[in-house]
C-alpha cells in the first residue's frame, strides 16, 4: 500500500469532515450534488428502514452524506483501492457513521452474490474513461477515473437492487447514450438532471435515476445551472452544498 499524502476538508457547512488525496481524484460537485439527490429521494419516500449501495465509494463522501442526513439507513460502500478505502474508513470514525456505513474492499466485478437483490438504492459515480485511453500523470486519479467494462458496470448496479429499487448514478452528457443503451433491458422509468456550467453552456454532467424494472417514460428534469454571470455559485446549487439535500419529483 502506497502511503499517500492527505488533506482534511469540510463539507455541509463544516458538518462533515473527509480526509482525501492532497495530489489525485478529489471529491467535488459530482459526489455532493449525486448525494443530495439521494436525500432527498429518501425524504420524499418515507421509509422507515433502507438498504444502500454505495459502488466505487472512493473516500466515502457520499456514504458519508448520506448517513449523515438519515437516520434509518444501512450503507454498504464498495471500494477496491486500498488508499481510498483506508481514507473511507477513517472518515467513516472520524464523522461518527460506523454504525450506519461499512466498507467493503472488492471490485464491482467480483462482488459478493449475497449481495445481489439485496438493497433498495445503488448510487456510484463511476470511472468513466475506457482503458485504452490516455493515462493520467497521477496514478490515483487514473484509477478513480478508469473503467474497464461500464456495461458491466451498470448491469452489476442493477442486479444489486430489489425488484423497483432505484439507481442513481451520475456521469458526463456525452456518454448518454450509452448509458440508457447498457440500462434498458433491465431498469427503467428514467429521470435526467442535467448540469450546465452556467445558463448560456449546454449541460456537462447528468444525474440519471432508474428503477428496477420500471416501465414508465423517461423524463427529462429542469437542471440546475451551477454557476451565475459573475462566476458564483446559484443560490440553489449553494442551498444543495450547505444542506446536502435536492428534493425532486419522483
Same mark, same amino acid.
Given at each position: 500500500m502506497?502511503?499517500?499524502e @492527505?488533506?482534511?476538508?469540510?463539507?455541509?457547512?463544516?458538518?462533515?469532515?473527509?480526509?482525501? %488525496?492532497k495530489?489525485?481524484?478529489r471529491?467535488?460537485?459530482?459526489s455532493?450534488?449525486?448525494?443530495?439527490?439521494?436525500? *432527498?429521494?429518501?425524504?420524499?419516500?418515507?421509509?422507515?428502514?433502507?438498504l444502500?449501495?454505495?459502488?466505487?465509494? *472512493?473516500?466515502?463522501?457520499?456514504s458519508?452524506?448520506?448517513? /449523515?442526513?438519515?437516520?434509518?439507513i444501512?450503507?454498504?460502500?464498495?471500494?477496491?483501492?486500498?488508499? +481510498?478505502?483506508?481514507l473511507?474508513?477513517?472518515n467513516?470514525?472520524?464523522?461518527?457513521l460506523?454504525?450506519?456505513?461499512?466498507?467493503v474492499?472488492?471490485?464491482? /466485478?467480483?462482488?459478493?452474490? @449475497?449481495?445481489?437483490n439485496?438493497?433498495?438504492?445503488?448510487?456510484?459515480? %463511476?470511472?468513466?474513461?475506457s482503458?485504452?485511453?490516455? &493515462?493520467?500523470?497521477?496514478?490515483?486519479?487514473?484509477k478513480?477515473k478508469?473503467?474497464?467494462n461500464?456495461?458491466?458496470?451498470l448491469q452489476? !448496479?442493477? !442486479?444489486?437492487?430489489?425488484?423497483?429499487g432505484?439507481? /442513481?448514478?451520475?456521469?458526463?452528457?456525452?456518454?448518454?447514450?450509452?448509458?440508457?443503451? +447498457? &440500462?434498458?433491458?433491465?431498469? =427503467?422509468?428514467?429521470?435526467?438532471? %442535467? /448540469?450546465?456550467?452556467?445558463?448560456?453552456? !449546454?449541460?456537462?454532467? &447528468?444525474?440519471?435515476?432508474a428503477?428496477k424494472? *420500471?416501465?414508465? %417514460?423517461?423524463?427529462?428534469?429542469?437542471?440546475?445551472?451551477?454557476?451565475? !454571470?459573475?462566476?458564483?455559485?446559484?443560490?440553489?446549487?449553494?442551498?444543495?452544498?450547505?444542506? =446536502?439535500?435536492?428534493?425532486?419529483?419522483?
Amino acid at each position: 500500500m502506497v502511503n499517500i499524502e @492527505k488533506t482534511i476538508d469540510m463539507i455541509l457547512k463544516g458538518q462533515i469532515k473527509i480526509a482525501q %488525496p492532497k495530489v489525485g481524484y478529489r471529491f467535488g460537485f459530482d459526489s455532493v450534488f449525486l448525494a443530495s439527490f439521494v436525500n *432527498g429521494y429518501i425524504k420524499k419516500i418515507n421509509k422507515k428502514k433502507l438498504l444502500l449501495a454505495d459502488i466505487g465509494a *472512493g473516500v466515502g463522501t457520499i456514504s458519508l452524506i448520506v448517513g /449523515f442526513k438519515n437516520l434509518n439507513i444501512e450503507i454498504t460502500a464498495v471500494e477496491n483501492n486500498e488508499e +481510498y478505502l483506508k481514507l473511507a474508513e477513517e472518515n467513516i470514525l472520524s464523522n461518527g457513521l460506523n454504525n450506519k456505513i461499512k466498507m467493503v474492499n472488492e471490485s464491482i /466485478f467480483n462482488i459478493n452474490s @449475497k449481495l445481489i437483490n439485496h438493497f433498495d438504492i445503488v448510487v456510484s459515480n %463511476p470511472p468513466y474513461h475506457s482503458a485504452d485511453g490516455n &493515462l493520467s500523470n497521477n496514478i490515483l486519479r487514473d484509477k478513480a477515473k478508469r473503467i474497464i467494462n461500464l456495461e458491466k458496470w451498470l448491469q452489476i !448496479s442493477i !442486479s444489486l437492487l430489489k425488484h423497483k429499487g432505484t439507481l /442513481f448514478i451520475i456521469f458526463p452528457a456525452g456518454i448518454l447514450h450509452n448509458v440508457l443503451k +447498457y &440500462l434498458e433491458k433491465s431498469s =427503467g422509468s428514467f429521470q435526467i438532471f %442535467p /448540469f450546465r456550467p452556467n445558463q448560456n453552456s !449546454s449541460a456537462k454532467r &447528468l444525474i440519471l435515476v432508474a428503477k428496477k424494472g *420500471g416501465a414508465g %417514460p423517461t423524463q427529462l428534469l429542469s437542471g440546475l445551472n451551477l454557476y451565475n !454571470s459573475k462566476g458564483l455559485l446559484t443560490k440553489q446549487s449553494q442551498l444543495i452544498s450547505e444542506k =446536502g439535500i435536492y428534493t425532486f419529483n419522483i
